[in-house]
């Protein structure tokens, strides 16, 4: 199956070069982690309280400060993704503990990704609100859902298939929309069986964290850190190992 061929070989991927992972990895989380407990801890703190329904709200003059660390958070995130997309594909192997800082294809990855939110933003409009409003008004509710449904995985589906433009992105290869569906023309079934791989592994990895911190809260903790970071790595190795696999042809 070539959705679980995808999702082992990336896995296979991370665990196969964690020094590697880990050097490219940590310096971006630790900088996160400080700036977390040091600033964004507080001023969430601040920032949130109840209004006089009792409903949480945010202090809108704590906005500006809380979108810019968000900002700061997705660069450190992308700072990561980046530099193992190049990893991978370029076999540019990182020389020390502090990974390049590529501000220009960090830009361009966030670029792209605008670009595919907008695309999905108005294709999820058009498909899935023209089905949910015809088959509301034709079918029985029953039905009206399986179609949503089925729109909605349609949708994915969609995403799927313009994926690889992120790791081109990251690498500096122009990969126009109407390439990356081409090169990715009849995955439908693949990008379904992935997905339903990547949530049994998921709940997979939250019964495990629940039984730990149930047996030993703090080794529950940074079991819960260790998979959240390897499972960021994996998915972030997917898009690599689609761009790889269906742009270039390398074999899985």
């Known amino acids: 199956m ?3 061929k995808i999702f082992s070989h990336s896995l296979n991927m991370v665990l ?19 700036l977390f407990v040091a600033f964004l801890g507080g001023l969430m703190s601040e920032a949130m309280h109840m209004d006089a329904n009792g409903v949480p709200s945010v202090d809108p003059a704590l906005a500006g400060p809380l979108f810019l660390a ?15 997309h190049r990893f991978v594909l ?10 390049p800082f590529r501000g220009g294809r960090i830009l361009a990855y966030i670029g792209v990704s605008l670009i595919l939110a907008l695309v999905m933003g108005l294709v999820s409009a058009v498909v899935i609100g023209m089905v949910v409003m015809m088959s ?18 349609l949708v994915g589906v969609f995403l799927f298939r313009l994926l690889p433009m992120l790791p081109a992105a990251a690498i ?7 390439q990356s569906l081409q090169a990715t023309r009849g995955t439908a079934g693949t990008a379904i069986m992935l997905f339903v791989v990547l949530i049994l592994v998921q709940l997979l990895l939250q019964f495990i964290v629940g039984a730990s911190m149930m047996v030993f809260a703090p080794l ?15 998915n972030v190795s997917i898009l690599t190992t689609l761009y790889g696999h269906y742009v270039q042809g390398r074999p899985i």
């Open 16 to 34: 196969r070069n964690w020094r590697d992972a880990l050097r490219i990895a940590l310096v971006p989380v630790l900088i996160g982690v400080v």
């Open 70 to 84: 968000a900002v700061v958070f997705i660069i450190l995130e992308l700072w990561v993704f980046v530099n193992w």
């Open 220 to 234: 529950g903790f940074i079991f819960s850190l260790g998979a959240a970071l390897v499972m960021t790595l994996v």
């Open 90 to 99: 370029l076999e540019e192997y990182p020389q020390g503990w502090i990974p």
């Open 136 to 153: 509301a008004a034709v079918f029985p509710p029953v039905i009206a859902m399986i179609l949503a449904i089925a729109a909605f995985v």
């Open 172 to 178: 500096g290869e122009r990969l126009s929309m109407s």
């Open 2 to 4: 070539i959705s679980w």
